[in-house]
T-cell receptor
Framework: KAGVTQTPRYLIKTRGQQVTLSCSPI?????VSWYQQTPGQGLQFLFE???????NKGNFPGRFSGRQFSNSRSEMNVSTLELGDSALYLC????????????FGPGTRLTVT | DQQVKQNSPSLSVQEGRISILNCDYT??????FLWYKKYPAEGPTFLIS?????DKNEDGRFTVFLNKSAKHLSLHIVPSQPGDSAVYFC???????????FGTGTSLTVIP
């Protein structure tokens, strides 16, 4: 069974631009969560989607948004990029929203210059 | 506000010895705890977990201990191997929203 895939793996953007990251969960998994990893902050929860609906949201500004499609694939969008948005963005999937474990993709490394 | 804390950013251990990674949490509503291992350029991979109704869970060389009164958990790796060198994240799940909270990670280096 294929794992969680994320595209692109690396991205360089300029301050003020917007970016869209994509995540394909493991086949059969309907829950997708997004995390931001920065040095010293660990993994910070952004949001979780299940069956195309956002179930949970972390403490991030409205510039961070996401959506999930009917095939469970998810996209995350960041508008008006700031230097501080440079981070590794990780996507994780689990079969159901209540499952205790989740499987992570390799992440998208975003650099904002 | 960091609800899950890993106060040791790094740890070095000799091969064959025990590695002990620590994690503290503040929210008494957490009902499930997990450890993940992360290699560079890869996403975190699940290692071991423990429910709040238990105080110990063992899986091969890995054992997780939970002390609910102290709001503390630890991961023991015995014996440590060079391949265990990675960043280890502690995570906790809230019983209210199914959201996971992660620590900042501990970088373990096992010296051959």
């Amino acid at each position: 069974k294929a794992g969680v895939t994320q595209t692109p793996r690396y991205l360089i953007k300029t301050r003020g631009q917007q970016v869209t990251l994509s995540c394909s969960p493991i086949s059969g998994h309907r829950s997708v969560s997004w995390y931001q990893q920065t040095p010293g902050q660990g993994l910070q929860f952004l949001f979780e989607y299940f069956s195309e609906t956002q179930r949970n949201k972390g403490n991030f500004p409205g510039r961070f948004s996401g959506r999930q499609f009917s095939n469970s694939r998810s996209e995350m969008n960041v508008s008006t990029l700031e230097l501080g948005d440079s981070a590794l963005y990780l996507c994780a999937s689990r079969r159901l929203a209540g499952d205790s474990g989740q499987y992570f993709g390799p992440g998208t490394r975003l650099t904002v210059t | 506000d960091q609800q899950v804390k890993q106060n040791s950013p790094s740890l070095s251990v000799q091969e064959g010895r025990i590695s002990i990674l620590n994690c503290d949490y503040t929210n008494s509503m957490f009902d499930y705890f997990l450890w993940y291992k992360k290699y560079p350029a890869e996403g975190p991979t699940f290692l071991i977990s423990i429910s709040s109704i238990k105080d110990k869970n063992e899986d091969g060389r890995f054992t997780v201990f939970l002390n609910k009164s102290a709001k503390h958990l630890s991961l023991h790796i015995v014996p440590s191997q060079p391949g265990d060198s990675a960043v280890y994240f502690c995570a906790a799940r809230s019983n209210t929203g199914n959201q996971f909270y992660f620590g900042t990670g501990t970088s373990l280096t096992v010296i051959p």
